[in-house]
């Protein structure tokens, strides 16, 4: 039987894409606060003109809210969408100083590159992720490798090369024969490697979780990844909190190192919960930043089910 493709890969980003092509130049130019006046108009078209992701995020908003989602709930969730887009012009010129920038856990950060180990930073598509490179302003010897699906790793290099041609991202694709030799070197040298770890490709094993109180399934791939590198997984996110706030959060999810081979697949379910666990918390403290517009909760062919 042929894998059944994830709905996200099939899915045409158009607000992405859109957004930067329009905006980069002009943004840039003029600078973040006039040209935030056109968000709203971008977010309105998506509003109005893409119906499917309009019902997804309904469904999902009634579940981080507690209650059924107004247009202006909606709107909104589209709006920060736009933002976090918007803000990552600035970001990847490294213009840190236009925002303001609270994190919490920077201490775990902080050990993990006392100790030179390296370890792996779990995400989720939930705020903006490029806020990572102000925390490597504050932390120094802090490198961080992102690791991604092919697709968005050529996309990835696509938008920098437009935005900042001076950029010089570490991007590993993964899927390719040495990616995993990749990473283990760069975790060997003391690097972060940062993963989603909130989409999958549709035909790999996956967990069944809870979040937001529905069955959902994450992919189990990046944690047992970690878990036969033997190295620890620090969740974080980078929370949009309005005008030019953005909070980042770290929080301890595993520590694989001193987990003999026996007792890894174990190890490996109880991080993924607890990844979940996280993902639920910060979608319900923070429901406008989680940017996933398809449906999240679909059922899944229960084989492919870890």
Known sequence: MKPTQAEWLGTRERGSALLLRSMAHISLLVGRTLSRGLLYG??????????????????YLSLALGRSPGA????????????????????????????????????????????GRGAFLLGAHLGSFELMRSVGQRQRGLHVTMAMYERNAQ???????????????????????????????????????GVLGDRTLGE??????????????LPVGPMRVAAVLRRPVLF????????????????????FSAIPAGGRDAAVCTAIERYAALLDRYCRTDPYNWFNFFDFWRERNAGAVA
């Open 155 to 193: 996309k990835m290099n696509a938008m920098l090369a437009a935005i900042n041609p001076a950029a010089n991202p570490d991007i590993i694709a993964l899927g390719e024969i040495d990616a995993m030799l990749r990473i283990a070197e760069r975790l060997d040298r003391g690097a972060f490697v």
């Open 72 to 115: 202006r709930d909606r709107f909104r969730q589209i709006l920060y969408f736009a933002a976090c887009t918007h803000d990552r012009l600035f970001l990847i010129n490294e213009q840190y100083d236009r925002f303001h920038i609270t994190i919490e856990g920077e201490s775990l950060v902080r050990a993990q590159l006392d100790a």
């Open 236 to 255: 974080m996110a980078g929370l949009y909190r309005g005008k030019n706030h953005y909070h980042v959060v770290f929080a301890e999810v595993a520590d």
């Open 204 to 217: 790999e094993a996956v967990q069944a979780v809870t979040v937001l109180g529905e069955r959902a399934y």
């Open 42 to 59: 971008i977010a309105a078209y998506f509003f109005l003109f893409a119906p499917g992701a309009r019902r997804h995020s309904r469904r």
